[in-house]
């Protein structure tokens, strides 16, 4: 089965064909272009599709909520203008003929690392993206579990501070104005007057100023997990995004996090996400092989 995996974000429209083994070959990436609106970036997939011949298959790995049963966004950020109400797996399906498969891309993330990356093996974990926001994903019995409307796993919005800081979603305190790597960049600028990116902050680690900075923001990070693994109760803890790969991180996250957690809660791990860059290829992939 030759299937063709696609992964939508705001800057870029990533792509590759997977095999029967899910090796995925032909990687490539075009601009998304967001401005132009959510259909035609569903449009210019269709076109990419159509360069590809003997496809069995398409899987779509997209940001915003989606109804994976029906394919359509349900609702989606000025980020990609228009994408709210576009029906993904309809349009590809009436203009190829091929059988498609959507998710969200945190769930489709979380499908990569639950079926060949840092999950394999876990039947109930939790899957966390620290990026601009937070995004998340739930596997409950070896299951991803979407709730009543497709949103489940919406950890970035978890309050951990009552009337606490604006968020983006018109709310108040939510977890990812205070723990997202957008959340560290502000903190450092607010304490140290300067402007830094990720990449800068945690090569500066030497610096006392940064490293308290740091330091504050994965207590930051603790609060919210410590609050999703006493309502979950998970195995392991996927963690993912590029700032997960500073091992300082992770180990300072799995370090604070047991000294918070009552005995019983302890077995949990805290891991960096393992597929990097393919997880949500791979998990459309997986979703659309299922079909």
């Given at each position: 089965m030759r299937i063709l995996a696609f992964d939508i974000g705001g800057t870029e429209i990533k792509y590759a064909l997977c095999d029967e083994n899910f090796n995925l070959t032909q990687s490539s990436s075009i601009p998304t272009n967001a401005h132009e609106?959510?259909?035609?970036i569903?449009?210019?997939?269709?076109?990419?599709?159509?360069t590809?011949?003997?496809?069995?298959?398409?899987?779509?790995?997209?940001?915003g909520q989606v109804n994976s049963v029906t394919g359509e966004i349900i609702f989606a950020t000025d980020s990609i203008p228009g994408y709210t109400g576009v029906k993904i797996k309809e349009i590809i399906e009436?203009?190829?003929?091929?059988?498609?498969?959507?998710?969200?891309?945190v769930n489709s993330a979380?499908?990569?690392?639950?079926?060949?990356?840092?999950?394999?093996g876990c039947p109930d974990f939790i899957c966390l993206t620290y990026g601009t926001g937070i995004g998340g994903a739930i596997f409950i019995n070896g299951k991803l579990f979407t709730?009543?409307?497709?949103?489940?796993?919406?950890?970035?919005?978890?309050?951990?501070?009552?009337?606490?800081?604006?968020?983006?979603?018109?709310?108040?305190?939510?977890?990812?104005?205070?723990?997202?790597?957008?959340?560290?960049?502000?903190?450092?600028?607010?304490?140290?007057?300067?402007?830094?990116?990720?990449?800068?902050?945690?090569?500066?680690?030497?610096n006392p100023q940064i490293k308290a900075c740091v330091d504050?923001?994965?207590?930051?990070?603790?609060?919210?997990?410590?609050?999703?693994?006493?309502?979950?109760?998970?195995?392991?803890?996927?963690?993912?995004?590029?700032?997960m790969s500073q091992e300082y991180i992770t180990d300072e996250i799995n370090k604070r996090l047991q000294d918070e957690l009552m005995?019983?809660?302890r077995k949990v791990r805290v891991v960096k996400a393992l597929m990097g860059n393919d997880a949500n290829k791979l998990g459309a992939a997986y979703l659309a092989s299922q079909l």
């Open positions: 609106g959510g259909r035609r569903i449009e210019r997939v269709v076109e990419i599709i159509k590809f011949d003997n496809v069995d298959r398409i899987g779509v790995s997209t940001a009436t203009e190829t003929g091929i059988p498609a498969a959507v998710e969200n891309d979380a499908i990569g690392e639950a079926i060949f990356g840092a999950a394999k709730g009543s409307s497709f949103s489940a796993g919406e950890f970035g919005h978890f309050v951990t501070h009552a009337g606490g800081k604006d968020c983006t979603c018109g709310g108040k305190g939510c977890y990812e104005t205070y723990a997202s790597t957008s959340a560290l960049v502000r903190l450092v600028a607010e304490k140290t007057s300067q402007q830094m990116n990720g990449r800068e902050i945690f090569a500066s680690l030497d504050e923001w994965i207590d930051e990070i603790v609060v919210g997990l410590k609050g999703l693994v006493y309502i979950f109760n998970p195995s392991v803890v996927v963690a993912g995004g590029g700032v005995q019983s809660f």
